[in-house]
T-cell receptor, first 114, second 114 residues
Framework: DSGVTQTPKHLITATGQRVTLRCSPR?????VYWYQQSLDQGLQFLIH???????AKGNILERFSAQQFPDLHSELNLSSLELGDSALYFC?????????????FGPGTRLLVL | GESVGLHLPTLSVQEGDNSIINCAYS??????FIWYKQESGKGPQFIID?????DKRQGQRVTVLLNKTVKHLSLQIAATQPGDSAVYFC?????????????FGSGTRLSIRP
């Protein structure tokens, strides 16, 4: 158990819909990272938040957004969902803000868009 | 559990033998490398890391070797056990990355023969 929690574990929705994925980092960690893992593209970095502020963006679509709240939990919002958005979504946390330390991953949310 | 990367290269190893998993990285500016293990239905789990000022680092039953000349990273697992069955990812981070643009390899599936 990494100490990172994610909810829900599974999510099934329809195209065009909007969903919110939630992540709670390990106790004391200030950074939260979001990743998408699909069968054909492996692990793709989406976005990094540190202590409530966005630090870096990766391959995140404009239909996707995220935020980190004062209690350090984070939410990833996915809107206008398409079939291709079906994937595993992981969040990870780390103590620092530079992204150059070990990241601890949560169990993931499996999203299926029908 | 879910299958990640159905088309990943697979390494099949006899139980008790040593496993060597290889990774070629792309960015000569990368100076921090991590190996992750991902079991079916779970998030990636940190195994071992190495910085570019080192050629070798040992952990418990695992060794990471770094060859900067040819941009190659390997993970050696001694006395492979059934619990080592998983997908293994290498990850690289560049010293010039202002934040957390970690790049993951596509992964190798390790399969253990009894």
């Amino acid at each position: 158990d990494s100490g990172v929690t994610q909810t829900p574990k599974h999510l099934i929705t329809a195209t065009g819909q909007r969903v919110t994925l939630r992540c709670s980092p390990r106790s004391g960690d200030l950074s939260v990272y979001w990743y998408q893992q699909s069968l054909d593209q492996g692990l793709q970095f989406l976005i990094h938040y540190y202590n409530g502020e966005e630090r870096a963006k990766g391959n995140i679509l404009e239909r996707f957004s995220a935020q980190q709240f004062p209690d350090l939990h984070s939410e990833l919002n996915l809107s206008s969902l398409e079939l291709g958005d079906s994937a595993l979504y992981f969040c990870a946390s780390s103590g620092g803000g530079q992204g150059r330390e070990t990241q601890y991953f949560g169990p993931g949310t499996r999203l299926l868009v029908l | 559990g879910e299958s990640v990367g159905l088309h990943l290269p697979t390494l099949s190893v006899q139980e008790g033998d040593n496993s060597i998993i290889n990774c070629a990285y792309s960015n000569s500016a990368s100076d921090y490398f991590i190996w992750y293990k991902q079991e079916s239905g779970k998030g990636p789990q940190f195994i071992i890391d190495i910085r570019s000022n080192m050629d070798k680092r040992q952990g418990q039953r695992v060794t990471v070797l770094l060859n900067k000349t040819v941009k190659h990273l390997s993970l050696q697992i001694a006395a492979t056990q059934p619990g080592d069955s998983a997908v293994y990812f290498c990850a690289e981070i560049s010293r010039y990355s202002s934040a957390s643009k970690i790049i993951f390899g596509s992964g190798t599936r390790l399969s253990i023969r009894p």
